[in-house]
């Protein structure tokens, strides 16, 4: 497995993240038959994950990047990164994240692929239900970066007997590349 990055979520960033859901809310389509609390939560957990990621880009030296956080229209990309196209995939867990895997869905690997997704990062945060499936806010705290692959390979990964929504492609952790070597590439 890549080595992980452990960042420490602060309580601004989460009340930015609730913020920034809710707005997103207004516009989101029910692609997975969730109710309402289950799709708040997963829109949460993504937004998340995403400011999350800028928390470590921005506590980097001379890396550039650029950052798309919508509501109310489909992003073309989540980060770009040295003219490189960055796809943020954030999962919840409640207390162990290293038996989890990168899931990924047919339709979204066919949108990736259309709009030249160069890598998928997969991030995961605590405090997450599985039961549920609700994001407890008041128990996420911390923020892995566990690593990334290249967008193209993640096809290799085709899970031969999906159980759920979302999970066509698993990639599992150990075939992630480490988090140091997106930026070793960048310098």
């Not at 937004?47 to 550039?64: A, M, R």
Request: with cysteine; proline share 2%; hydrophobic share 35%.
């Amino acid at each position: 497995m890549s080595t992980p990055i452990l960042l420490e979520i602060s309580k601004e960033l989460l009340e930015q993240a609730d913020i920034h859901s809710k707005q997103r809310m207004e516009f989101e389509y029910n692609r997975a038959g969730y109710n309402l609390d289950i799709r708040k939560s997963m829109v949460l957990i993504g937004t998340i994950g995403q400011l999350g990621f800028k928390k470590y880009l921005d506590s980097l030296k001379n890396i550039e990047y650029d950052m798309e956080l919508q509501a109310g229209k489909y992003d073309s990309y989540d980060f770009i990164v040295n003219k490189r196209i960055c796809e943020i995939k954030t999962s919840g867990y409640f207390d162990y994240w290293h038996r989890l895997n990168l899931l990924y869905s047919k339709d979204q690997f066919f949108q990736g692929t259309s709009k030249n997704f160069d890598v998928c990062f997969q991030l995961f945060i605590n405090g997450y239900n599985r039961k549920t499936k609700i994001l407890n806010l008041s128990e996420c705290n911390q923020l892995v970066i566990a690593g990334f692959i290249k967008f193209s390979d993640i096809s290799r990964f085709k899970n031969p007997t999906p159980l759920f929504w979302g999970d066509d492609f698993k990639i599992p952790l150990d075939k992630l590349e480490s988090v140091e070597n997106f930026f070793m590439d960048l310098k």
